[in-house]
């Protein structure tokens, strides 16, 4: 039991808010009206409150007519800020761009597109992920009068699988900053996390050999596959790995007689033996780089299997099957 | 495009010329930060600037000084001085505050310490919460400016300080770049612009009660009214206080307004700065001497009856009009007449109070020899007034005055009060130490007590017995019930002077500034200013409408503004209906516009809300009528799609609805549609829709 859940008040507050969100509509496009923007004044509203205030008392008591010219014209002032507030928010359009599948744990970015329909700007909106709570969170932008402007919301899933893009909030305090206008969006769009590749991984697995072939010993036992050995003379141009060739600075041969007789199979079963999730985030890290040294795999999943290949559809395919298993 | 360049002393006039050119390219390209702080700076050094004159000079230094230091570390890009520094400079800021004012409360202390704060917080602009402060820091120290000057001018000058401070809040809340500051001061200025409704109703309608609390005395002296003391020229304004002094029902006829002096207390000590009663410095000289006044006083002519009702004031004066012989009936009271002809009842008046008084507005007073005259009605204080003595010994050794007499000497003085272009003002601005000097000399303007104490100055230098007389002056004739309102506003100071074989003699200088200040309701003569005089060599025409123009403007700025108090506020709603106006009614008037406005709101949001598109509102009632007959349509259904289906349900007889549709259709979409919408709602009705 964490420590909100103990303080009967925040305890109260979260169910609040749960049972608020799941009352919004969820839509990639939100048109926001005076149903769904909220206004309260923030603190400097309450301190501009505590000057009229102040002001207004001394007008009185020194008889100042002036001062009370003053003090009520700041108050309009203030009451105007508070309708111009809110008008930043109301009539704004918000289109939330599907966004592409990600590793959980890295940070990526949602893209939205605001549409402001009026003929005149809207200055300092700013958007972020609803629940977010590091301090730069707040990406800020203003929208043109009777245009577009794309706003990039960082967004950090956590969790592998499908998953609905988390609650967004959109948020402005122009023109005067005595009032926080915000609203609450639920984006319908799915995002597809896949688990959170392991930061150093073992080796990949040594190959099987292929169903049906001549089971030999392994010839250069290096006790690893990767497939590749060094160039030697007469290999074909088309055996060469070139990315490799790149980072080691010298020729490497795809060796073909090994993925002859041997085929990478990526297994939960021996993926160490660590609980599910571990598991699962170095077959991920396992995938990338099969994908990396262009070497054909396939993945076998309790339940389900991938069979082996290469390309990017394959890698997302097994990524996929990841994610979701 | 300049060709060819001159030589000579114009290359250096053009490079002088250029430095402020390339300063403020330098301006336009600094980053941000830089740039908004200048801004902000400049904003503060004007809300401040108007206040240079009132504050102690090392405050004015100070604030100028940390507000240039603060813009270079702002055009620099530099760190700020850290908190030590802004320590520091706030415990010398009070030292110097308490050895300026041997106070750190009071109002102009407190104004010297804002300004001071305002200053020091610009070094401190680090988060947005400092900001904020720095704000409303200066919305006060807009309202001290205030205290000493409520003029148009001044009005002008912080309505643009008010829009300076807005536009950079603004501009602080535009995250994104570097919006360019007339964006900011678009927004500001339509919010100053949408705000001043707001600002008017509350300013007509905001129930106008007396100060809250008691406070410093200093705060009720801008207000006119009568006082036990006057200083002379630390009133920068005089804030007409319309509330009523007395009223004055005469028997027969009244004495013609310009003789109705209601005498209060006679100020004859003069220390250069501040006017005392006689009395203050006799001390233990005996009280017999100064009652001795019934004595010396000679009555002429009829006498004037009149029943005073006089309002609580808490003054032992029993306010006469010039001058009662015989005792004011004042029941409960014992009154008894100073030798300075004032009525002094045994203790305040501290209730509404009525009595019965008979005055004759022509008599005598005083001793016939000047010898019979305390000396005190022709001591001056050393040191104070020099230029005012100089004139004196002028006037006295005029070949012109000379041997006429004294009569003679004070028809000179009121001749140059006339001629001289001395003028009448409620707003003269605060007078410095000789401020007779000032008077005559510099200012050439003030009100009356202003007038008045310079004209016994230059009197008693040139050896004339004189004193200073307050009271009421004039009032005005209610029709209705045949009372005379004098009001706080009538409060005025005049002269009397000595002269041999005639006594005490009442000279109004004021009068002979202003000859509508007494007499007549005008109260104010129109300042003439440097651009005035400058339009007056232009074109004499031009410059008289001007003037007339600015007269008009400045009288109803005071009279609307300035004079706006309670009893005009009641006088409202009396035209608004209501038979006996209290300010629970302005309460009840001002919550009904509130409601009122709140109602109109949610109205329009809610017509806002529904469809207000008159095509689609159209299409909709299609929609209706076609759901009545039982084809129920999505609301995204084309016209066109409309047509088919009704053409598709009803064959011919349709034909004439799928036309309409299509006409419907061309209105909205073609280039040029040969149809108006009106027409086209003309033939809906027309239209023979199905029936279910």
Redesign the interface.
Known sequence: MNAAALNPFSFAQGRFRQWWQARLPLSDTITLTQRNVYILPTRPGFMLGATLLVLLIGSINYQLNLGYLLTFLLAGCGVVAMHVCHGTLRGLTMNLTTPDAQFAGTSTTLTVVLTNERASPRYGIGLAVLDATHEDRWVWTDVPALGQSTVQVAFKPERRGVHRVPPLTAETRFPLGTFRVWTVWRPSAQVLVYPKPEAFPPPLPPGEPRAGGVVTARAESTGEFDGVRTYRRGDPLKLVVWKKVAKADELVSRDSQQAQRYELWLDFAHAGHADTEHKLSRLAAWVVQAERLGLDYGLRLPGQQVPTGSGEAHKRRCLEALATC | MLTARRSGPDDSAFARQAAPVAALLRLHSLPRDGRDTLFLLLVIGWIILPQVGNLPLWCSALAGALLVWRGWLAVSSRPLPGHWWVLGLLTVALIATYLSYRTLLG?DAGVTLIVTLLALKTLELRA??DI?VVF?LG??T??TN??FS?SLA??AA?LLA?LGL?TA??N??????K?PLS??AR??A???L??????AA??VL?PR?G???G?PSD??SG?SGLSATMQVGNLASL?L?ESIAMRVKFEGRAPPQNELYFRGPVLSTFDGREWRPLQSRLGSRSLLALLGGTAQLQVMGEAVRYEVTLEPNNRPWILVLDAAATPPVVPGFETVMTSELLWVANRPVTDLLRYRAESHTSFRHGPSSIAALPPEYLELPAGFNPRTLALAAQMRSDPNLAGRGPQALVQAALDRLRTGNYHYTLDPGVFGRDSADEFWFDRREGFCEHIASAFVVLMRAMGIPARLVTGYQGGELNGVDGFWIVRQSDAHAWTEVWLAGRGWVRVDPTSAVAPGRTGSFQRLQAPRGVIASAFGSVSPNLAAGLRSAWEALNNSWNQW????TQSKQLDMLKNLGFTTPSWEDLSYVLLALVVALALTGAAW?LWE?RQHDPWLRLLMRVRKRLAHAGIELPPTTPPRQIATVVTQRFGEPGRAMADWLLKLESQRYARHPDVSLASLQREFKQLAWPTP
């Open positions: 109002r947005r919460r904020f409303f919305f006060f807009m309202l205030f205290f409520q001044t009005a912080m008010l807005l809040l603004v602080a809340h535009m995250p994104v770049g919006p964006h900011a927004t500001a339509w919010m100053t949408l705000g001043a409704p707001v600002m509350l300013f905001f009660i100060p809250l609390w406070i705060a009720m207000r804030v206080d503004v300035l004079n706006y949001t809300r």
